[in-house]
T-cell receptor, first 114, second 116 residues
Framework: DSGVTQTPKHLITATGQRVTLRCSPRSGDLSVYWYQQSLDQGLQFLIQYYNGEERAKGNILERFSAQQFPDLHSELNLSSLELGDSALYFC?????WGRGEKLFFGSGTQLSVL | AQKVTQAQTEISVVEKEDVTLDCVYETRDTTYYLFWYKQPPSGELVFLIRRNSFDEQNEISGRYSWNFQKSTSSFNFTITASQVVDSAVYFCALSEGSGGNEKLTFGTGTRLTIIP
């Protein structure tokens, strides 16, 4: 158990809908990262927050947004969902930020857009 | 060009055989970190090892060993006497950059199947 909690584990929704994925980092970790894993794109970095502030952005679509709250949990919001958004979404956390940080991953949220 | 190349998409070996997973990386940084993560069928990515660019010593942890060679930009992972529990997808990753431009890039993964 990595200590990173993601909810829900599975989500089935329809095109055009909006969903929110939630992540609680390991106790003491200040950084939260979101990754998308799909068969054709592999593991893609979406966005990183450190202590409530956005630190880095990857291949995140404009329809997607995230935030990190004062209690350090994070939410990833996906809107106007398309079939291609179906993927496994991972949250990871690390103690600080920067090159060399070990990331601890949650078990992921499997999103299916029908 | 791929930052992290794992050319072996899938490997199958019989239990107790040794297996090596290849990882080739590309960076212009002199300071960087390399990682291996394991993704078992349960889905969660599990950290295995971190190596910084200044430490080329090979590392052994039980049946696992890692060979880091800067001259060939490779960071290969060997499992000795493989077991069925080693069946998973293994990802190599490169962390580079500094001053707010840090990036962690994963390879496409190697699916390892250990046949009992």
């Amino acid at each position: 158990d990595s200590g990173v909690t993601q909810t829900p584990k599975h989500l089935i929704t329809a095109t055009g809908q909006r969903v929110t994925l939630r992540c609680s980092p390991r106790s003491g970790d200040l950084s939260v990262y979101w990754y998308q894993q799909s068969l054709d794109q592999g593991l893609q970095f979406l966005i990183q927050y450190y202590n409530g502030e956005e630190r880095a952005k990857g291949n995140i679509l404009e329809r997607f947004s995230a935030q990190q709250f004062p209690d350090l949990h994070s939410e990833l919001n996906l809107s106007s969902l398309e079939l291609g958004d179906s993927a496994l979404y991972f949250c990871a956390s690390s103690e600080f930020w920067g090159r060399g940080e070990k990331l601890f991953f949650g078990s992921g949220t499997q999103l299916s857009v029908l | 060009a791929q930052k992290v190349t794992q050319a072996q998409t899938e490997i199958s070996v019989v239990e107790k055989e040794d297996v090596t997973l290849d990882c080739v990386y590309e960076t212009r940084d002199t300071t960087y970190y390399l990682f291996w993560y394991k993704q078992p069928p349960s889905g969660e990515l599990v950290f295995l090892i971190r190596r910084n660019s200044f430490d080329e010593q090979n590392e052994i942890s039980g049946r696992y060993s890692w060979n880091f060679q800067k001259s060939t930009s490779s960071f290969n992972f060997t499992i000795t006497a493989s077991q069925v529990v080693d069946s998973a997808v293994y990802f190599c990753a490169l962390s580079e950059g500094s001053g707010g431009n840090e990036k962690l890039t994963f390879g496409t993964g190697t699916r390892l199947t250990i046949i009992p």
